[in-house]
């Protein structure tokens, strides 16, 4: 039996979560140190994972398939393609920076338990112990290949996410604390809310897969790997009305979690009222558990809906675009202004996925991984200004630059990446996003460009208005540059960003097999040129692009 590796990187957060809760009160220094020691090893196994994952092997690779519930059907079984692989990377590498970003984000709520005597009430090792639990439950979901195992832990990450966001919220807020912990208590609510309303629709649609599968292969399963064999060969056949019900059952439960337009209004709550690394937590960790359910599932599991629904998830993804863009524009809030961003750039991914091109569904992926690095690194350092001033509003900023050039100088390398800077990484996976949709849809890459225009403004708005100008408030004047700590969380995302922005390579090798066989699955291919070049141009008297798309 070969040894379980992704079994082990998903149990090991799981087994240091239990183990940081378990600290006693008073050692809440080492439970910090506990779950960044935890997190650090799982980075470690999440990198073995990523190097032993052969792009020119099996689809599926470091499997693992385990009898769990006979009688259903349900199968404990793990598994890897590209994608798969580089998110579980991504998950893995943002962890340790969220755990030493918010170092010190529950000692308040320490400090309190001690004033109150309530010795077993243990906030900082809970908050860890948390995280650790998000974690773990999003690398299994990246890994599973029983959709009903993936379902359990799709839906088990809300609670833990539920009270990080509403016990643990920014206390930065400008009505006072007690509004800020109803506003928090709302966010917490509307978070869990819309995404258990989610879950239920696709628990509906995982039972009527099984249903449809035991029909037409006399023996219900939820293996993704055996479904897939089985749509190909044409043994699992579902009536046009059946799949089209199935898929929009999965799709509204990812739209939910990725969010996508009009399903979004969770997120600008729940990122606003959470700490910064909890934000980043969901925005950058969390919510791309939808958009790689879209590729594995959707358009895995039922290809004819998915092109049938194809028109109006662009239309969706472009209204993403645009609105989450224009919102950001007119915030006063700063993590609110990164809520409404992450939208724009959802609704980038979903239309590269559904772009149905290698190109577009490459650069997907690829947006998903910077996306996720960009927005740590923004977030962070914006909560590292945030604490110092006690202000999420941008008006209460101004000449940050002059006392503090290290922290303005990395917020403004976070935003550059954050509006797709030739150089810096999410540019290239914007640049494939656009090429992909424009190949097989035009018009939608065209209107998909303004969103670049509107990323410029609001990215560049908000560093003029918090770092650049005079020094306006009292408060700045003896605001501190960035600590070591500090420097250590930034640094490292920093130079991911440059890294990657000119050195992709490594990633594109490991990503584009899992979008081949995710377009083999939905029977796409990439449209040929409108207008071929000649191969030997002269040769005769017609011109080039004769014949039209159809010339060999």
């Known amino acids: ?45 999440a990198a073995v994972v990523l190097i032993r994952f052969d792009p020119d092997g099996a689809r599926y690779q470091l499997t693992e398939s385990h009898a769990w519930i006979s009688d259903f059907g349900v199968r404990y079984e793990l598994g ?3 994608i798969g692989a580089a998110l579980m990377a991504l998950t893995a590498l943002l962890i340790p920076f969220v755990i030493g970003a918010g170092w010190h984000d529950a000692d308040d709520a320490d400090d309190r338990a001690d004033e109150q005597a309530n010795r077993r009430w243990r906030p900082t090792q809970g908050f860890f112990a948390l995280i650790l639990a998000v974690e773990a439950m999003v690398l299994v979901s990246f890994a599973a290949t029983d959709v009903f195992l993936f379902y359990i832990f799709f839906e088990a990450m809300l609670i833990p996410m539920y009270f990080l966001i509403g016990g643990f919220g920014d206390r930065a807020h400008a009505a006072g604390e007690e509004e800020g912990a109803k506003q928090r208590s709302y966010a917490a609510v509307k978070f869990l809310l819309y995404n258990l309303a ?24 939820f293996s993704l790997p055996e479904l897939l064999k089985a749509r190909a060969s044409g043994d699992l056949t579902m009536a046009t009305s059946t799949e089209r019900w199935l898929f929009l059952g999965f799709f509204v439960a990812f739209a939910i979690k990725a969010p996508l337009w009009p399903l979004h209004t969770w ?36 290809p004819e809906a998915s092109s049938w629904a194809t028109p109006v998830v662009l239309g969706l993804a472009l209204v993403s675009v645009l609105y989450g863009a224009l919102l950001a524009v007119g915030q006063r809030d700063i993590k609110r202004l990164v809520a409404y961003a992450s939208i724009s750039h959802f609704g980038f991914i979903i239309l590269g996925v559904f772009a149905m091109t290698s190109q577009g ?43 503090a050039p290290v922290l303005a100088g990395t917020f403004l390398i ?60 009292p408060e700045i004047e003896k605001m501190p540059d960035l600590k070591v700590r500090e420097v250590a969380v930034v640094a490292p995302l920093v130079a991911l960003l440059l890294f ?23 029977q796409k291919k990439d449209p040929k040129p409108q207008h071929p070049v000649a191969e030997h141009a002269g040769s005769d008297d017609k011109p080039a692009g004769h014949g039209g798309g159809d010339h060999e």
């Open 361 to 403: 569904q490459g650069g997907a992926t690829l947006y998903m991984v910077f996306h996720g690095i960009s927005t740590a690194a923004l977030m962070l350092v914006a909560g590292f200004l945030i604490s110092r001033r006690g202000s999420r509003l941008i008006a209460d900023y101004g000449g940050v630059q002059k006392v």
């Open 80 to 82: 890897v393609d590209g």
């Open 414 to 473: 976070g935003g550059l990446a954050t509006l797709s800077l030739p150089g810096l990484a999410p540019f290239v996976s914007e640049f494939l996003v656009l090429v992909g949709t424009f190949e097989r849809y035009p018009v939608a890459g065209i209107i998909a460009t303004v969103g670049i225009i509107l990323a410029a403004l609001y990215v560049l708005v908000l560093y003029q208005r918090t770092m650049t100008g005079p020094i306006r408030r």
């Open 1 to 45: 039996m070969s040894f379980p590796l992704l079994t082990v990187t998903a149990a090991l957060p799981a087994v240091g979560a239990v183990a940081t809760a378990a600290v006693p009160a008073a050692r809440r220094t080492a439970a910090k140190w506990l779950a960044l020691l935890v997190s650090l090893a799982t980075l470690v196994l």
């Open 198 to 221: 989610g879950g239920l629709v696709m628990l509906a649609a995982v039972i009527g897969l099984f249903v449809v599968s035991a029909d037409s292969l006399g023996q219900g399963t």
């Open 500 to 522: 990657l922005g000119v050195f992709p390579k490594p990633l594109t090798e490991i990503v584009n097999p899992a979008v081949e066989h995710t377009l083999s699955d939905v």
């Open 267 to 302: 997120l600008p709550n729940a990122m606003g009222e959470s700490t910064a690394p909890v934000a980043v937590l969901i925005t950058a960790v969390v919510d791309k558990v939808g958009t790689f359910a879209m590729l594995r599932f959707c358009l895995g599991l039922f």
